[in-house]
C-alpha cells in the first residue's frame, strides 16, 4: 500500500512539473511576443488605397483607382496608429497629411484621449491640419519657444514609440527618403512620453498667460 502511494505521489507530482512547466512557457512566450514590437518602416511608401483602414466594415468596397489590398510602409504606419485604444501623445513638426489627420479624428470620435504638440510657425501654414483638430475638439498645444519644436513622434497608449524622421506630410510619405521606427521596448518609450510631458507643460496656455 505504501509503496502504492508513493507511486501515485510520484505520478501526480510529474503531472504538476509538466504542467507548470507548460503554463510558465506559455506565459513567457506571451511575454516575449508582447516586447518583440520592433519594426523599420522606410519611404517614400507606395501608393495604394487605405480606405478599408477606416471602415468598420471589414468587407468595405472602394471603386478609386488606386490599388487595394497591398500592405505599404504608410499603411502599417496607420495602422499602428489606429491600434490606439486608450491615448495618443503626438508630437510633429508639419502635420498637413490628410489621412493621418483623419486616423486622430476617427480615434478622437471613439474616445481615445488624444494630445498634440506643434511647431507654432508650421501649425499656421497653408494645409497645416492642426486647426482641424483644434476644432473638433483634439487638444492641441503649440510649442511657444524660439526655437523650432522639430519632433516627430507619437506615443500610442504609453506603450508603443513611433519615431524617425518622417514629418506627417504627403510630401514626407509619398515623395522623401524617411524612416520610421515602432518599437515598444519599455527602456526606449519612456524617454519620450517624458520629453513630451515636459514640453506639454512648458506649454500650458494658463501658465504662459501667467508670465505675460
Not at 489621412?99 to 501654414?125: E, F, M, N
Not at 483634439?138 to 522639430?150: P, T
Request: proline letters at 2%.
Amino acid at each position: 500500500m505504501s509503496l502504492m502511494w508513493s507511486v501515485k505521489v510520484v505520478g501526480l507530482g510529474v503531472v504538476a512539473l509538466s504542467l507548470s512547466l507548460e503554463l510558465l512557457g506559455w506565459v513567457f512566450g506571451r511575454c516575449r511576443r508582447r516586447r518583440t514590437v520592433n519594426r523599420v518602416l522606410f519611404f517614400p511608401s507606395k501608393v495604394a488605397c487605405v480606405e478599408h483602414l477606416f471602415s468598420q466594415n471589414s468587407a468595405c468596397s472602394c471603386f478609386c483607382p488606386l490599388p487595394h489590398g497591398e500592405e505599404t510602409s504608410f499603411s502599417c504606419l496607420l495602422r499602428h496608429i489606429l491600434s490606439a485604444s486608450s491615448s495618443l501623445d503626438l508630437c510633429v513638426f508639419s502635420f498637413s497629411n490628410m489621412d493621418l489627420s483623419r486616423a486622430v479624428l476617427l480615434l478622437h470620435s471613439k474616445g481615445v484621449t488624444i494630445r498634440v504638440l506643434s511647431d507654432k510657425h508650421y501649425s499656421a501654414i497653408t494645409g497645416s491640419q492642426i486647426g482641424v483638430l483644434r476644432k473638433a475638439g483634439v487638444c492641441v498645444r503649440c510649442d511657444a519657444g524660439s526655437v523650432y519644436m522639430h519632433h516627430k513622434f507619437a506615443v500610442v497608449d504609453g506603450r508603443q514609440l513611433i519615431t524617425g524622421s518622417l514629418n506627417w506630410t504627403l510630401t514626407a510619405v509619398q515623395s522623401n527618403m524617411e524612416n520610421i521606427i515602432i518599437t515598444e521596448e519599455a527602456e526606449l518609450v519612456q524617454p519620450f512620453i517624458k520629453e513630451f510631458n515636459q514640453i506639454w507643460a512648458l506649454n500650458d496656455p494658463a501658465q504662459l498667460y501667467k508670465s505675460y
